[in-house]
C-alpha cells in the first residue's frame, strides 16, 4: 500500500538558511500533520492542514512556515535556521470522516542537520 | 494541558519475556489512544488504537493494550517479546474526542531485547 512520502529524506543546512521540505500524503487523504522530533524526544506536534486550510498550529516557530496544495502535498518552509532546529520532521496524513476518529500514518521523516 | 506519562524510559528483557509497558493520560473527556512504535532509524508505525468498544484491543505483531477508563491508562502488553522487538514504542492521545486533533506523545519506551 502506498504511504507518505517525504523529501529530501537527509537535509543539512548552515546556521540563517532556509529549507524546504515536502510531505506526499497516502492518496485520497485530505489531512496532513507535522511534527518535530529533537534527539531522544517525543514527537511535537508543529502544524496541520485539512483541505488547503490550518486546521491547527502546535508549537511552530514564527519562522517556520507551511501550507497545502490543491494536490494534498504540503510544504514546510523553514527560514533563519538556527542549530536548536536539527531535528527528525515528521509528515502524517488521515482521511476526514465526518467527524469520526482519524488515524495518523506517518512518513519516513527528513533529518534536518543546521551547521 | 493533556500529557501523557509512560512510565519506563527503558526496558530490557530477554527473548520470550513479557511485556507490559505502562501509559497514563491526564484528560478526563473523551480520548482516542494510540501506540506507535519507532524502530532503530525508521519512521512511527501504527501498532493499535484504541477509538471505543470494547477496551482490549490487538494491534499488529502479537500486541495489544487495554483501556481502562477509571485508571486513565492504556497499557501496552505482549505475551513473549522477540529479539525483533527491539525499539522505542510511543504512546498518544488526540483528544480531540472526534477527528483531525493534533496528537500529544508520551517520551516514549526504549525496550531492548536480548537474544
Known amino acids: 500500500a502506498a504511504g507518505v512520502i517525504q523529501s529530501p529524506r537527509h537535509l543539512i543546512k548552515e546556521k540563517r538558511e532556509t529549507a524546504t521540505l515536502k510531505c506526499y500524503p497516502i492518496p485520497r487523504h485530505d489531512t496532513v500533520y507535522w511534527y518535530q522530533q529533537g534527539p531522544g524526544q517525543d514527537p511535537q506536534f508543529l502544524i496541520s492542514f485539512y483541505e488547503k486550510m490550518q486546521s491547527d498550529k502546535g508549537s511552530i516557530p514564527d519562522r517556520f512556515s507551511a501550507q497545502q496544495f490543491s494536490d494534498y502535498h504540503s510544504e514546510l518552509n523553514m527560514s533563519s535556521l538556527e542549530l536548536g532546529d536539527s531535528a527528525l520532521y515528521f509528515c502524517?496524513?488521515?482521511?476526514?470522516?465526518?467527524?469520526?476518529?482519524?488515524?495518523?500514518?506517518f512518513g519516513p521523516g527528513t533529518r534536518l542537520t543546521v551547521l | 494541558a493533556q500529557s501523557v506519562s509512560q512510565h519506563n524510559h527503558h526496558v530490557i528483557l530477554s527473548e520470550a519475556a513479557s511485556l507490559e509497558l505502562g501509559c497514563n493520560y491526564s484528560?478526563?473527556?473523551?480520548?482516542?489512544l494510540f501506540w506507535y512504535v519507532q524502530y532503530p532509524g525508521q519512521h512511527l508505525q501504527l501498532l493499535l488504537k484504541?477509538?471505543?468498544?470494547?477496551?482490549l484491543v490487538k494491534g499488529i505483531k502479537g500486541f495489544e493494550a487495554e483501556f481502562i477508563k477509571s485508571k486513565f491508562s492504556f497499557n501496552l502488553r505482549k505475551p513473549s517479546v522477540q529479539w525483533s522487538d527491539t525499539a522505542e514504542y510511543f504512546c498518544?492521545?488526540?483528544?480531540?474526542?472526534?477527528?483531525?486533533?493534533?496528537?500529544?506523545f508520551g517520551k516514549g519506551t526504549k525496550l531492548s531485547v536480548k537474544p
Open positions: 502524517a496524513s488521515s482521511l476526514y470522516s465526518g467527524g469520526a476518529p482519524d488515524t495518523q500514518y
Open positions: 484528560y478526563g473527556g473523551t480520548v482516542n
Open positions: 498518544a492521545v488526540n483528544d480531540n474526542g472526534g477527528s483531525q486533533g493534533n496528537l500529544i
Open positions: 484504541y477509538f471505543s468498544g470494547d477496551p
